[in-house]
């Protein structure tokens, strides 16, 4: 889609599969989509597909490309994260962990770090270089069904199937806010910034100021002031 034209400018044909996540690459060249059993590479300008890679994934309804656009991370049905390589589609690592269908992936900007949401009720932080497991952030009681570091890659912000939304200190896996909403939480995203988040819940988008030091120095009166403040509401139509 043109988002000046607010029109289409295309269609890339899957042949009627199965389509999960999608994701530009860096510099918009190169597209991802993550199918049922397969996930493939799109040239953007040609509209064709440039390759095929991952045979044997289960339903790829996470994908994400790394900053520099040399790596996808998908997350699929079958419970793991596959780092691969654009170059030639190879894999780089399987992370290996999580115990339900992994529905969220998130970089830092320096892609050193991924984070992972699951469907199991954590978020997992892994070395992208090393492939290794660097934390297991617990909390949520229900899917976690969205992550994402902030710019800085300093806080992680979660939101799942409990109703709840959650930042955490990425270096730690303390939590740092929680914020009950009254519905599932489908979308959270932090501003360029990194000074303000935003939570989709049914029909609202809810826009909220980030307060890190605030919350690092006191935290009871943190979780106090969460369920206080209303941020402001973005209704549907």
């Known amino acids: 889609w043109s988002v000046t034209g607010r029109k289409g400018v295309g269609v890339l044909d899957a042949d009627k599969e199965w389509i999960g996540g999608v994701a530009f690459s860096p510099d918009g060249a190169f597209l991802v989509s993550g199918g049922s059993r397969d996930v493939t590479l799109w040239n953007v300008a040609e509209k064709r597909a440039v390759r095929r890679f991952g045979a044997g994934l289960r339903r790829a309804y996470a994908v994400a490309f790394s900053p520099d656009g040399a790596l996808v991370a998908t997350g699929d049905e079958g419970h793991t994260v596959k780092l691969w390589s654009i170059e030639d589609g190879s894999a780089v690592h399987e992370l290996e962990g999580h115990t339900a269908l992994v529905s969220g992936l998130s970089f830092t900007m320096d892609g050193k770090m991924l984070a992972t949401a699951s469907k199991d009720g954590t978020v997992k932080v892994w070395d992208v270089r090393e492939g290794a497991l660097l934390r297991t952030l617990t909390g949520h009681t229900e899917w976690v069904n969205l992550a994402q570091f902030s710019p800085d890659g300093t806080l992680i912000l979660s939101g799942g199937d ?64 969460a369920q206080q403040d209303a941020g402001m509401s973005l209704y549907g139509f």
């Open 162 to 225: 409990d109703n709840t939304v959650r930042i955490w200190d990425a270096a730690s896996g303390k939590v740092l806010y929680v914020r009950e909403l009254s519905g599932e939480v489908t979308g959270v995203a932090f501003a360029p910034t990194g000074r303000r988040f935003a939570v989709a819940e049914g029909s609202e988008v809810h826009l909220l100021p980030v307060l890190f030091d605030s919350w690092v120095k006191d935290p009871a009166r943190m979780q106090e002031k």
